[in-house]
């Protein structure tokens, strides 16, 4: 990643004729999650996420 920043920072890989342009701006906008839905989503994955886990892991445990 910081190669390719400084690569592209000193422009010595455009030819002559190619302009470099840089647009972008961050923002912070908050923290945490914008309802409780989104909220609820993303507890509700979580929860799977681990249930999978765990079943995966009680499957290895069990037929080895």
Known sequence: MDW???H???ADHLEEHQVLAV???LVY?????HTTGDA???????ALA????QT???EIATNG
């Open 4 to 6: 390719r920043r400084a």
């Open 8 to 10: 592209h920072e000193s």
């Open 23 to 25: 647009v972008g701006e």
């Open 29 to 33: 906008t908050g923290t945490g999650w």
């Open 40 to 46: 609820l989503l993303a507890n509700t994955a979580a």
């Open 50 to 53: 681990r249930e999978q886990r």
């Open 56 to 58: 995966g892991r009680l």
